[in-house]
């Protein structure tokens, strides 16, 4: 049907593809869309010291987790490992298609085998009898004895400081005239500044700096850090370094490092008789100008004079960015109470994330707290002890670390990242009772009303301060909690239904 319906030069190529005997390129198979479910693999290869790659495949039956469904699993054995047999199709349809025996689901495995199909078969084909035999050209490959690396000598060199309180992180030196002028070309396009501070980003000429740094700088300020270290250990387990808050402003207040966003004011539009939302003029605009010039965790500055680039590292801007995620909306003074630390990292050092079962904190090591109910009625045991555990949250006897974290990545392709951490150690001011249904969550609530019932009384004060306990339900489970009071304690007589059905 494609071939009949198309036109001019389509119809030409098809008509010479039929001639060499290639007209099925052009048209699918009357089963393209079934697919063997096993494919068996001969591996006619007699020499003992290759992986032998025969065996019966599975076809993966996911059609999301690979490329196209093209592939097919042997299942690994006592005497020979899991193999993918994966199809690599020539999408141009200019080239035979290839295959890819793997030891992994990566066409790129350097231990792979590469196999060559011939071009008018397809994977439909091995539900055919007659088509199911096929032979494979294999590319095989070489092992290589011995590899020479040369590079040219340069008159680079780097250096950091291994113990300072300057903002220097590491430094370059030995840049030719050429070199700074196409790092400084997008920043300083006269040529006039000695120094040059890069912007490495915002903008859209950053990728070219970026892209440049990389190039000259990248290579030799890993290749320095792995074999002498920089002042900021990279290693995933270093210790975190506290930063003291600064005199004069203090961390998460910084409103040139973090400017604050545009006020919003809602005015009443008597026109369409509705709130409308409004700002200043010009406020964004102002806002993202602001944004712009807020000072970065790293900066790269070339100077024309030395021939040298340093890249400065400003622990105190990720530290304003962690701070301000902890006390953002929180009220005046909490950034007193909060400490900053910070660590360097790379990406090179991460390790994959250890899996645990996820566990809470519970009451299993806490005392028994007892209290009177009505008849016979009394707690069982580890009621009592979440009892205690709720007495001590309400006495501000508990404390608890909130933590912020923020990451500033170095730009280029180094792999550092500057993590802050603020930190913040509060009292806890409540809790979830995280029973199961008909666990008894009800009365132990009614047990701590009456834990705290006496002192509640002593400090209630007419007409403004009551001694009464607002819980607040669905209105179905309103006369439920009604009964169950009664039915616990005689403790709290006066309880009062509010009903609202709204």
């Given at each position: 049907?494609?071939?009949?319906?198309?036109?001019?030069?389509?119809?030409?190529?098809?008509?010479?593809?039929?001639?060499?005997?290639?007209?099925?390129?052009?048209?699918?198979?009357?089963?393209?869309?079934?697919?063997?479910?096993?494919?068996?693999?001969?591996?006619?290869?007699?020499?003992?010291?290759?992986?032998?790659?025969?065996?019966?495949?599975?076809?993966?039956?996911?059609?999301?987790?690979?490329n196209q469904n093209a592939c097919w699993i042997r299942k690994e054995t006592d005497s020979?490992?899991?193999?993918?047999?994966?199809?690599?199709?020539?999408?141009?349809?200019?080239?035979?298609?290839?295959?890819?025996?793997?030891?992994?689901?990566?066409?790129?495995?350097?231990?792979?085998?590469?196999?060559?199909?011939?071009?008018?078969?397809?994977?439909?084909?091995?539900?055919?009898?007659?088509?199911?035999?096929?032979?494979?050209?294999?590319?095989?490959?070489?092992?290589?004895?011995?590899?020479?690396?040369?590079?040219?000598?340069?008159?680079?060199?780097?250096?950091?400081?291994?113990?300072?309180?300057?903002?220097?992180?590491?430094?370059?030196?030995?840049?030719?005239?050429?070199?700074?002028?196409?790092?400084?070309?997008?920043?300083?396009?006269?040529?006039?500044?000695?120094?040059?501070?890069?912007?490495?980003?915002?903008?859209?000429?950053?990728?070219?700096?970026?892209?440049?740094?990389?190039?000259?700088?990248?290579?030799?300020?890993?290749?320095?850090?792995?074999?002498?270290?920089?002042?900021?250990?990279?290693?995933?387990?270093?210790?975190?370094?506290?930063?003291?808050?600064?005199?004069?402003?203090?961390?998460?207040?910084?409103?040139?490092?973090?400017?604050?966003?545009?006020?919003?004011?809602?005015?009443?539009?008597?026109?369409?008789?509705?709130?409308?939302?409004?700002?200043?003029?010009?406020?964004?605009?102002?806002?993202?100008?602001?944004?712009?010039?807020?000072?970065?965790?790293?900066?790269?500055?070339?100077?024309?004079?030395?021939?040298?680039?340093?890249?400065?590292?400003?622990?105190?801007?990720?530290?304003?960015?962690?701070?301000?995620?902890?006390?953002?909306?929180?009220?005046?003074?909490?950034?007193?109470?909060?400490?900053?630390?910070?660590?360097?990292?790379?990406?090179?050092?991460?390790?994959?994330?250890?899996?645990?079962?996820?566990?809470?904190?519970?009451?299993?090591?806490?005392?028994?707290?007892?209290?009177?109910?009505?008849?016979?009625?009394?707690?069982?045991?580890?009621?009592?002890?979440?009892?205690?555990?709720?007495?001590?949250?309400?006495?501000?006897?508990?404390?608890?670390?909130e933590i912020e974290m923020s990451e500033q990545p170095m730009p280029g392709s180094t792999?550092?990242?500057?993590?802050?951490?603020?930190?913040?150690?509060?009292?806890?001011?409540?809790?979830?009772?995280?029973?199961?249904?008909?666990?008894?969550?009800?009365?132990?609530?009614?047990?701590?009303?009456l834990k705290g019932i006496a002192a509640a009384r002593k400090r209630s004060k007419f007409?403004?301060?009551?001694?009464?306990?607002?819980?607040?339900?669905?209105?179905?489970?309103?006369?439920?909690?009604?009964?169950?009071?009664?039915?616990?304690?005689?403790?709290?007589?006066?309880?009062?239904?509010?009903?609202?059905?709204?």
């Open positions: 049907a494609m071939v009949a319906n198309s036109k001019g030069p389509q119809k030409a190529h098809f008509k010479a593809a039929k001639a060499r005997g290639e007209s099925r390129r052009w048209h699918y198979a009357d089963n393209w869309k079934v697919w063997p479910k096993e494919l068996i693999i001969d591996d006619g290869r007699m020499d003992d010291s290759d992986v032998n790659v025969g065996g019966t495949y599975i076809r993966v039956g996911c059609l999301h987790t690979f020979s490992p899991e193999l993918y047999f994966l199809i690599k199709p020539d999408v141009s349809r200019n080239g035979p298609d290839s295959c890819i025996i793997s030891s992994s689901s990566c066409y790129g495995d350097i231990s792979s085998i590469l196999a060559t199909l011939p071009w008018e078969w397809q994977p439909c084909d091995a539900l055919k009898e007659e088509l199911q035999n096929v032979k494979v050209a294999t590319h095989s490959t070489l092992e290589l004895k011995h590899m020479k690396c040369l590079a040219l000598k340069t008159n680079f060199s780097v250096e950091a400081p291994k113990e300072d309180d300057s903002a220097v992180l590491i430094k370059m030196n030995g840049l030719s005239t050429t070199d700074i002028d196409d790092l400084c070309s997008r920043d300083d396009e006269s040529g006039s500044k000695k120094v040059v501070a890069l912007n490495v980003h915002r903008g859209a000429k950053v990728q070219q700096t970026v892209r440049r740094y990389n190039h000259l700088c990248a290579a030799p300020f890993l290749k320095y850090a792995a074999e002498q270290g920089l002042k900021y250990d990279l290693k995933l387990d270093s210790t975190w370094m506290s930063i003291q808050q600064p005199g004069n402003v203090f961390f998460g207040r910084c409103q040139r490092t973090i400017p604050p966003r545009p006020e919003e004011r809602w005015i009443y539009d008597d026109e369409r008789k509705e709130w409308v939302r409004t700002s200043e003029i010009m406020a964004s605009r102002e806002y993202f100008s602001t944004l712009q010039s807020a000072p970065q965790c790293f900066e790269f500055v070339a100077d024309r004079k030395e021939g040298s680039l340093t890249v400065k590292c400003n622990p105190q801007v990720a530290a304003h960015h962690a701070a301000f995620g902890l006390i953002e909306g929180r009220g005046e003074g909490m950034e007193r109470d909060v400490s900053l630390s910070f660590r360097l990292l790379s990406i090179s050092q991460q390790k994959d994330p250890v899996l645990r079962r996820f566990l809470l904190h519970n009451c299993r090591e806490l005392d028994e707290t007892s209290v009177e109910l009505k008849g016979n009625f009394d707690l069982y045991e580890r009621q009592k002890k979440a009892l205690t555990k709720m007495l001590n949250i309400e006495g501000g006897n508990v404390d608890f670390e792999g550092w990242s500057l993590v802050a951490k603020a930190k913040r150690t509060a009292q806890l001011k409540g809790g979830v009772i995280a029973d199961a249904i008909g666990s008894g969550k009800t009365v132990i609530s009614i047990a701590i009303i007409p403004r301060k009551s001694s009464a306990t607002l819980v607040v339900v669905p209105p179905a489970l309103i006369s439920q909690w009604r009964d169950e009071i009664k039915k616990f304690t005689d403790e709290l007589p006066n309880v009062l239904c509010i009903y609202d059905d709204s």
